[in-house]
Nanobody, 124 residues
């Protein structure tokens, strides 16, 4: 089983940038597909971005495409989400997600393992 811990959230102005990090503990997740989901108050959790275990395939929600970049460093058991040109509608709690299945499955149905989330707030 993999344990995930997010960090890097905070309060920024619209147009600003943040980099979220997701660190594995307990076990490595080199072979896992990874992704980011977010949930705003009163809203359902939605997909943001995902990356295959090798890092060669990435997927993004239309709402963040061109602004967010997902990467991973398997040697360090880390995943990152670089968020640029942030908008108030990006305000949400962001969750790291992992699953041993194909990355497309993670995009479609969410993975099995979650972190505790990190809050991102974008002011207008």
């Amino acid at each position: 089983q993999v344990q995930l811990v997010e960090s890097g959230g905070g309060l920024v102005k619209a147009g600003g940038s943040l980099r979220l990090s997701c660190a594995a503990s307990g076990r490595t997740f080199n072979t896992y597909s990874l992704g980011w989901f977010r949930q705003a108050p009163g809203k359902k959790r939605v997909f943001v971005a995902a990356i295959s275990w090798s890092g060669t395939a990435t997927y993004y929600a239309d709402s963040v495409k061109g602004r967010f970049t997902i990467t991973r460093d398997n040697d360090k058991n880390m995943m990152y989400l670089q968020m640029n040109s942030l908008k108030p509608e990006d305000t949400a709690r962001y969750y790291c997600n992992a699953d041993p299945a194909d990355v497309v499955e993670l995009v479609l149905r969410e993975g099995d393992f979650w972190g505790q989330g990190t809050q991102v707030t974008v002011s207008s």
